[in-house]
Structure formats: C-alpha cells, structure tokens
T-cell receptor, first 116, second 111 residues
C-alpha cells in the first residue's frame, strides 16, 4: 500500500519547455489535488478533481492543465514553463466529505521543479 | 475569499509546551485542520476541528472557537522530532469548499 506516489521527484526545465507530473494513489480516493509550495508560504491549490473525468480550477491555475482519465491518476501539465513556476509541487488525495475523517488529505512526497 | 494568520516562527526547549495560534477569515466555515511538515517532507495530517472545543491526540491538541474565528494547536512535552512547520487550513464556502492553508509556523525545538 504505497499511498500517494508522485513522479518525478526532481526536474529541471528550460523556459518554454513542457512537462507532465504524474500522481498515483492506491487508496481508491475520489478527490485528488495539486498544490504548489513556495519558500515561506503555505500550500496553494492549483487544480483539483472530485472524480474520474472531472477537474476544476483552484487558487492559482494559470499556466497549468490537468487530467483525470483514471480514478487513481491525476496528471499536472505545464505547456510552456516559466521561471515563476519554480516550486515544490504536491499531489494529495482524500475521500469525499461525508465524515469528519474525510478532512484528512494524504500527500505525496513532492516534486522539486526548477525552471531556468 | 479565505485568509489565515499564524506566527511565522516559534522556538522552545525540549519538554516545553508550545501553542500555535491561527486566526481565519472565511464565510460558510466548515472546519479547521492542522498539518505537520518536516523539512523536505510532505505535509501530514494532525487534526481537524469542526465544532468548538478541544480535540486531543496524544501530545498534540487542537482547539477551535468558531465565534472568535480562532484556533490553536498545542504541542506538549516537546521533543526534538517536533521541529517542523505546522500549517493551519480552513475550509469554507468562500473558496468553494476548498481547503486554504496558512503560511505555516516553523517550530524549532532546542535541547
């Protein structure tokens, strides 16, 4: 039982390059999220999904796209990377909010992305 | 929108008690959560308060006052391994029921 797995763990891009971050969870969670974390700041929600085939914008969606073709996978894409997208990216998953314990988000180990 | 305020840093010695305060602004408040994050690690869930009062989980307790838009995380019997950043997070209708995180409080435990 691996929980939430993110790949890759590190990546360096040049401005204008594209890439996809992969998030996989094996807990059969309905909800999945992509956050970014910048130094000294909290986590900011980029996009999220409440189920297979559905996605929605979060707090800072510009420059990113996502897809949830399978329940267990949530992909984050950068079509044309910019230095402002240098950050640590975290994927998370949770159950639907039917119970107080569903407030618990399970996070992956993060991806350190540098855009030069 | 939603916003949260928490202190940026707290230093304490082993065995001491630390209280991390969190004030929030939102509409349609659902609850307040706390997460711990060690340097280079992933955030991990600590606690959730949906109703007023104290929730205790071992050495850690979390408190919520909905009328004051205020909560705190209490770390007791501090250990070196408690050195980490602690984030409060609020869920409310103001942000479409999505979780908004505070900027985090870095706790440094000294011997």
């Amino acid at each position: 039982n691996a929980g939430v797995t993110q790949t890759p763990k590190f990546r360096v891009l040049k401005t204008g390059q594209s890439m996809t971050l992969l998030c996989a969870q094996d807990m059969n969670h309905e909800y999945m999220y992509w956050y970014r974390q910048d130094p000294g700041m909290g986590l900011r929600l980029i996009h999220y999904s409440v189920g297979e085939g559905t996605t929605a914008k979060g707090e800072v969606p510009d420059g990113y796209n996502v897809s949830r073709l399978k329940k267990q996978n949530f992909l984050l894409g950068l079509e044309s990377a910019a230095p402002s997208q240098t950050s640590v990216y975290f994927c998370a998953s949770s159950l639907p909010r039917k119970h107080r314990l569903d407030e618990k988000l399970f996070f992956g180990s993060g991806t350190q992305l540098s855009v030069l | 929108g939603q916003s949260l305020e928490q202190p940026s840093e707290v230093t304490a010695v082993e065995g001491a008690i630390v209280q991390i305060n969190c004030t929030y602004q939102t509409s349609g408040f659902y609850g307040l959560s706390w997460y711990q994050q060690h340097d280079g690690g992933a955030p991990t869930f600590l606690s959730y308060n949906g109703l007023d009062g104290l929730e205790e989980t071992g050495r850690f307790s979390s408190f919520l006052s909905r009328s004051d838009s205020y909560g705190y995380l209490l770390l007791q019997e501090l250990q070196m391994k408690d050195s980490a950043s602690y984030f409060c997070a609020v869920r409310g209708r103001a942000a479409g029921n999505k979780l908004t995180f505070g900027g985090g409080t870095r706790v440094l435990v000294k011997p």
